[in-house]
């Protein structure tokens, strides 16, 4: 079994009102990747893949890190849709979709809650089998050689913490809205699982000058 290393992506369109819309890099979300590939360059760390979901913001972000690993493509790494649980949210339930980062706060949690109580009818999946495929896909990898680094989002980190902590939905939840951009999430084989050495760590946006670019959204 060999440690993965989960990479949430770069910031993206976080002004965006649907899917399609917020699945693009900004310009900071480039730059934090490139700083990204830098560090683990200067850092001479070691792995022998590279996995990514199959959205645009986790393939452009492998690209500005500047690996020499060519990536493999795995739609079960791509992100839970907020965005369309939102607004089925608020269509089925009358739970207003938020306007201000505020708002973001208190009705992310919310929609977690009703989603995994399967509240939500037009949920693109459900909260069980999003579950599911997060962690059949992580075992996988696991269980590849040499250490993998995966792009990938905050709700499947989230998640992937919520099982290997047990965590309840609201924990996870809040895990989620802590979660940086191009952050580095570390799950490390130990006594025959696969437990948490390292999480949320942004080292390469740490000097005085890069403050600014460390964002959640």
């Known amino acids: 079994m060999s440690h993965i290393t989960l990479i949430r992506h770069g910031q993206a369109n976080s002004g965006a009102q649907d899917e399609a819309s917020y699945d693009k890099l900004s310009t900071l979300g480039h730059q934090q990747s490139a700083w990204l590939g830098a560090h683990l360059r200067a850092q001479n760390q070691h792995h022998t893949r590279l996995y990514t979901g199959t959205l645009t913001r986790h393939i452009e972000t492998a690209h500005a890190m500047g690996t020499d690993l060519e990536p493999i493509r795995d739609a079960r790494l791509n992100e839970l849709e907020y965005l369309t649980l939102a607004r089925a949210l608020e269509t089925e339930h009358n739970v207003p979709f938020p306007q201000d980062q505020a708002a973001f706060t ?78 580095q999430h570390r799950l490390f084989p130990i006594g025959g699982t696969l437990s948490p050495t390292m999480f949320n760590a942004i080292p390469h946006l740490e000097d005085p000058d890069r403050h600014y670019a460390q964002t959640h959204v």
């Open 106 to 183: 208190t009705h992310l949690p919310q929609v977690f809650a009703a989603w995994q109580r399967d509240e939500i009818a037009g949920a693109p999946e459900r909260f069980a089998d999003f579950e599911k495929r997060v962690w059949d896909v992580l075992c996988e990898i696991a269980a590849g050689d040499g250490p993998a680094l995966v792009v990938t989002s905050g709700g499947l980190i989230s998640m992937a913490m919520r099982h290997v902590l047990r965590l309840d939905i609201q924990a996870m939840a809040q895990m989620a809205l802590a979660i940086y951009n191009t952050s």
